[in-house]
């Protein structure tokens, strides 16, 4: 049940990342933000450098902070990384729901 309410929230992210932030070139804050900022400068994917971004803080949360913790971390990077991967762009999806909020 955790992991479906992790898997839940990074869907909300990831369609705040592709239909508001990245469209409009805003940044959010820590990793993703850099991930965000590193696919709009380079021709790489946000939802891949956000994985590969968040690889070493993973690693170093599974020694300093234990199995069952950097598990639950990995659900919810792997399944944001995707979700942000898999979006198919839609221009006029993006201009009509960025006017809308």
Do not use: W
Request: aromatic share 12%; glycine share 6%; charged share 5%.
């Amino acid at each position: 049940m955790k992991n479906l309410i992790v898997i839940v929230g990074s869907l909300i992210i990831a369609f705040a990342f592709n239909f508001f932030l990245v469209p409009h070139e805003i940044l959010s804050s820590g990793v993703s933000g850099i991930a965000i900022l590193l696919g709009l400068i380079t021709p790489f994917d946000t939802g891949l450098l956000n994985f590969i971004l968040n690889l070493p803080l993973l690693v170093l949360g599974y020694f300093k902070l234990g199995k069952r913790i950097t598990m639950n971390t990995l659900v919810c990077v792997i399944s944001l990384s995707v979700f942000c991967t898999s979006y198919l762009h839609n221009p006029s999806q993006t201009i009509y729901c960025s006017h809308l909020y």
